[in-house]
């Protein structure tokens, strides 16, 4: 009996401690919950480090995953880790943590970066830049940066790193504005708004003075000197050393605009004929702007002659802005107002339907100066020309008063209800904002429409190509301009000026995004490289790997080209034996496997791995890297002089990686006659991989499809069999052509009048027996 009652009492004992730490591990799990995965990472930090002055971390902030940072005891900031609050997912599809110190009313007071797997700032850039581009916003406040971009571009900032760094400051910005709601500022209170709308009830015509005076037309003037100080402030010395000439003082550009669909302002710069015009052009809520400037620099940009872009203006209106381009522009020849300067440039642009933009609301002209420190590499800062509409020309328009409460006795629950709806009303504008924001990937392929319509045009034109290989094989002068034509602009287009190369790391990326969370986004975040990516899947299936690694791959393209001009000089080039190449070419598939292995494990390791493509020094980084990888480039390249596409042969893990889905493609486009291979091995010789075994097969895992043996197959000079054929055929041209000209001959002879008195001849063909030639000989009557 005491055996049972002992036993009954562990039970209990038993029951209460699983109770009591099952309470305690909920506690701690909800403050972990509460923190994300700040806590250890501030670990790792001083409080300093984020907020001057500051000697403690406090504890998390409730039902919001921040930390308050304080100086003794007065609350200094907070610190949060912005992948809690925005989706921080860079191109190697894993989250980029940055820890951010924010002070009371929004400024950045200090910002560390914690974590990434980003593939080119592992190695390839280093990172006191992306640091230095953090530090970039301390001081910065992320309520005004939200309602405004920053005054340059991060994408300028740091060259080779542009989704990275775009990710990294698109992620400070939302999460710290997201912060500040938490903490019950940014805009999310429940308060009645008061909104402005333009007036369009006034009306009249100002002179020049006036629209200056009374903010109705915004200026920007920008010196030499201030032109050139800017660039100094970029830190690149290429761009300082090509400043800009002149004195100082000297008036880079004067630049004007105004909103002229406010009836006032648009007749006094365009007069009444030319506004009226104007309205009824546009449609319903369209604004349209006015732009006019003068002094060295064009505010119209290059880019517009070119192909209709304005590529030195745009407008920006809080997170949104727009591109103006040829269809939205209208030329004018002067300011009607009395009084304006006689302009150079003026220009009438009308915004989109379908721009989110409000004419009562704030907005800037941003212009963008750059300079060109490279043939394909140039360095921007912008500058703003801030508007806002003046108040004598806006109405405004209040909330009705809400109704009273009925009864004193319910105010307590009339009190709790308007909080509570308050509440409400706070969430669901946090969520129809975060519904309405436009997520970072999209705005990306918007910035970049034009390259991303290059690059399909190439993509078609070399579908085409495949298409209809054998119409351009059979000429083999312009297969050749056409082959290195292509080569030189996905080396110098697509490679050096784009930067979309390919590597074995996106593989990776995308096998581990498989096995834990994948998203479309995460590999939309370089447009560029998700369409060769398509592109690639899709060829898989038509041609193998040979698509790619023959015609798209930068690397390739410059191993290739060097290869041509090392032949042209007279270099000897090296033939490998086949049975060497056999044992040699698996090397790159066994690589590839090590890196597979290696990135289940690690992948930030396997990405350091990865290092064996020397991709990102010749291709992304332009060689500017600490010369070890540059040594390596070299190598490689300079191996390539001798054994045409030597890293393609044996080493490139990326080839490997795509030739083993490769082997499922649905067609065999190469035509080969019986002959191949024996007895005639021409075109084994001349394969630039030797993917053309010697019994005449090809061996598609290998072949880049570059199309030299099809060239072959159908060239009547160097094929044996088309030799042959082309001889034949000759042969009966040759007789065709002695017999239609004896066939001449004798109709010719026939034709001829005997002389008078002379005895009639006539001739007669007689074949000879011993040639059975046809001879004419003369026959007397």
């Known amino acids: 009996m005491a055996v049972v009652r002992f036993t009954r009492l562990q039970r209990w004992v038993g029951s209460a401690l699983v109770a009591v730490l099952l309470l305690l591990t909920g506690i701690a799990a909800a403050e972990a919950a509460e923190s994300g995965r700040l806590l250890p990472y501030l670990a790792k930090l001083q409080p300093s480090d984020l907020v001057p002055g500051a000697d403690r971390f406090g504890k998390p902030t409730p039902n919001a995953p921040t930390v308050p940072v304080y100086k003794g005891d007065a609350v200094v900031g907070h610190a949060y880790l912005t992948s809690d609050y925005v989706n921080t997912t860079g191109y190697s599809g894993r989250p980029i943590d940055v820890v951010v110190g924010l002070a009371a009313d929004g400024t950045v ?46 994408v ?14 698109d992620s400070i ?4 504005k997201k912060v500040m709601q938490s903490l019950g500022q940014g805009g999310t209170d429940a308060e009645p708004v008061v909104t402005k709308t333009i007036d369009l009830s006034k009306t009249g015509v100002e002179d020049w003075a006036t629209l200056i005076g009374d903010g109705s037309v915004r200026r920007l003037t920008l010196t030499v000197g201030e032109v050139n100080a800017a660039f100094e402030k970029t830190g690149k010395a290429e761009a300082i050393a090509r400043a800009e000439a002149g004195s100082p003082d000297e008036t880079f550009i004067d630049l004007y605009a105004a909103l002229v669909t406010i009836p006032t302002i648009g007749r006094s710069l365009l007069g009444d004929a030319e506004y009226e015009t104007l309205t009824k052009q546009l449609k319903p809520g369209q604004q349209a702007i006015l732009v006019a400037g003068q002094g060295r620099y064009s505010f119209k940009g290059s880019g517009y002659v070119r192909g209709g872009i304005f590529d030195r203006i745009e407008l920006v209106q809080h997170e949104g802005s727009v591109r103006f381009r040829d269809k939205m522009h209208k030329r004018l020849g002067s300011v009607a107002a009395a009084g304006a300067p006689d302009f150079p440039e003026i220009g009438l642009f009308v915004l989109p339907e379908n721009a989110e933009f409000n004419p009562a609301d704030s907005w800037r002209l941003q212009l963008l100066v750059q300079r060109a420190i490279a043939a394909l590499d140039k360095v921007f800062v912008t500058f703003d020309l801030g508007y806002q509409p003046p108040d004598k020309f806006l109405k405004t328009e209040k909330p009705a008063a809400p109704a009273p409460a009925p009864a004193s006795a319910a105010a307590p629950a009339s009190a709790q209800s308007a909080s509570h709806s308050a509440a409400i009303q706070a969430a669901g504008a946090a969520e129809a904002e975060e519904a309405a924001e436009t997520p970072l990937w999209q705005r990306i392929w918007q910035n970049r429409k034009v390259d991303v319509a290059i690059l399909s045009v190439a993509i078609l034109l070399l579908t085409g190509i495949f298409f209809f290989q054998d119409q351009l094989t059979k000429r083999p002068a312009l297969y050749e301009r056409v082959r290195t034509a292509y080569l030189v602009f996905t080396l110098v287009w697509l ?12 593989v990776l990326t995308f096998a581990n995004a498989l096995r834990t969370d994948f998203r479309w986004d995460y590999f939309m975040m370089d447009p560029l490289v998700f369409i060769l990516w398509f592109s690639v899947a899709a060829s898989l299936l038509f041609w193998g790997r040979g698509a790619f690694c023959g015609w798209l791959c930068p690397f390739g393209s410059l191993q290739e080209l060097l290869s041509k001009a090392a032949k042209k000089i007279g270099i000897r080039q090296i033939t490998v034996p086949f049975g060497l190449h056999q044992r040699l070419w698996p090397i790159k598939y066994i690589i590839f496997l090590m890196l597979f292995a290696l990135s289940l494990q690690s992948l930030g390791t396997a990405e350091k791995a990865a290092e064996i493509e020397p991709f990102k020094t010749a291709i992304i980084l332009h060689f500017v890297r600490d010369w070890w990888f540059v040594a390596f480039a070299v190598a490689l390249l300079a191996a390539g002089l001798f054994i045409e596409r030597f890293f393609c042969r044996y080493l490139c893990p990326l080839g490997a990686a795509l030739a083993i889905p490769g082997r499922l493609r649905m067609f065999d486009w190469l035509r080969r006659y019986k002959e191949c291979g024996s007895p005639c091995q021409r075109c084994g010789n001349e394969c630039p991989v030797q993917a053309i075994h010697p019994d005449g097969s090809i061996n598609p895992n290998e072949c880049i499809q570059c199309l030299h043996c099809q060239m072959l197959y159908h060239h009547d ?42 005895t009639s001849r006539s001739t007669v063909p007689t074949a000879d027996p011993a040639t059975g030639r046809l001879t004419i000989r003369p026959h007397q009557s």
């Not at 910005?173 to 710290?176: D, E």
């Open 717 to 758: 000079h160097k094929c044996p069999v088309m030799i042959q054929k082309r001889q034949k055929r000759e042969k009966w041209q040759a007789a065709e052509a002695r017999l239609a000209a004896e066939k001449e001959a004798a109709a010719a002879a026939a034709a001829q009048p005997a002389p008078a008195g002379a």
């Open 173 to 176: 910005i939302r999460s710290g």
């Open 156 to 169: 300028d900032i740091v060259s080779g790193a542009t989704v990275t760094v775009m990710v990294i400051g």
């Open 495 to 506: 490679g050096w000026y784009a930067t979309a190369q390919l590597s074995v790391v996106n």
């Open 109 to 154: 007071t200090g910002a560390r970066l914690m974590d990434h797997h980003e593939p080119i700032v592992l190695i390839g850039i280093p990172p006191a830049r992306i640091n230095g581009f953090i530090n970039g916003y301390v001081g910065k406040n992320v309520l005004q940066l939200a309602s405004q971009s920053a005054a340059s571009p991060p």
